[in-house]
């Protein structure tokens, strides 16, 4: 799966987690596995949040 801007993985983050009443934990290895991304950036962290 490879996500191209933070919108559409934030996106599909609320989609896929949105009826999890406890949430979730992702480490910077789980989004950049999810993204497709070669690192975690602040950047795309504050554009998904």
């Known amino acids: 799966m ?3 801007c933070a919108k559409e993985f934030a996106e599909w983050l ?3 987690f949105s009826s999890d ?3 979730v934990l992702l480490t910077r290895e789980d989004v950049n596995h999810l993204t497709g ?3 975690l950036d ?3 962290v504050n ?3």
Do not use: E
């Open 2 to 4: 490879t996500m191209i």
């Open 14 to 16: 609320r989609h896929r």
């Open 21 to 23: 009443p406890k949430g």
């Open 37 to 39: 991304r070669q690192r």
């Open 42 to 44: 602040p950047g795309f």
């Open 47 to 49: 554009d998904v949040h």
